[in-house]
């Protein structure tokens, strides 16, 4: 009697239970939830948190599509700013032999001290800049915008995971199914990795090589290796983000490559092979090197011409005395 009793009582506090909990997580995916867990402030964080929630609650999607769906939907949002940037470089890439030429005069008219033929080949190199409506310094833009989007996104993430916001232990897929723990079997930092060397070997963001990248783009292949075992103790709803990032610039620049996508997108043609435009022209470290040398040739100079009017002016002065 006393068994038949307790099996539906049980059975009650179950239901009860799983009714409960289910009405937990119902709550959870909520807009406004975020706010009361501590997230979602006036930052750029917070407005990624904000965008995250929104995204969950209204496709219904678990966390690693959720995440996956918002790193797509701010890169789209870059997008008009990497055609911009891709129009400057490809006219930048077209007037590269005459930047080198121009920057070889300039330098040799530094080395001299010639101060006339370094003001005339510093306004000729801007004039060329402001006749082709490019800048190098144009081309930063893409780098400056994108860190802080990539800090704001790891950041924004990290702090879900850590709470976690329900949904996270359970919201990935395949071996990854807990996105608020590392991945167990570290296959997420190699992919992770494998990406960011893919970028790397199809092309820059810009879909155009840099003169200037070319001891960059060694230093970064080393890097990416390197920071492997750094990153593995990260939570894995982090390396969706930087997996479907990765991913997304790939395909972006294959079909920035693309010309017929380039001809639509109005991004000017390379009159020659990029090879045969960077010709004579020196990498970033060779440029380095080259104006710590001037600076301190410059500086020797400097220093002796101050000693030699100091002793002019010691000179006459003991001249005043007698």
Known sequence: MTDATSAPAQTALDQIAQTSSESIIQTAAQLGDFKAMGLCNFTPVGGLEAMLEAIHVYSGLPWWGSIAVATIVVRLALLP??????????????????VTRIMANLKA?????DSMATGKYTHEIQDLFKKNECHPMKSLALPIVQMPVMISF???LRAMAELPVPGMHD????WFTDLADK????????????????????????GAANPQSKGMKNLFRGLTVVMVPFTAWMPSAVFVYWVTSNAFSIFQILGLKNQ??????????LVKPPAELQKDTKGFFENFKEQQVLHEKSEKERVLRERQQAAAMARRASKRRF
């Open 154 to 156: 790891f950041m924004a």
């Open 81 to 98: 700013l990497m055609i911009k940037i891709q129009r400057n470089n490809a006219r930048l890439m077209n007037i590269n032999p005459d």
């Open 183 to 206: 991945d167990p079997y570290y296959i997420l930092p190699v992919v992770s990795a494998a990406g960011v060397m893919a970028v790397l070997e199809a092309g820059t963001e810009a």
């Open 171 to 174: 919201g990935g897929m395949l």
């Open 260 to 269: 017929s996508v380039r001809n639509v997108l109005n991004i000017p043609k």
């Open 109 to 113: 008219a530094q080395a001299q001290g």
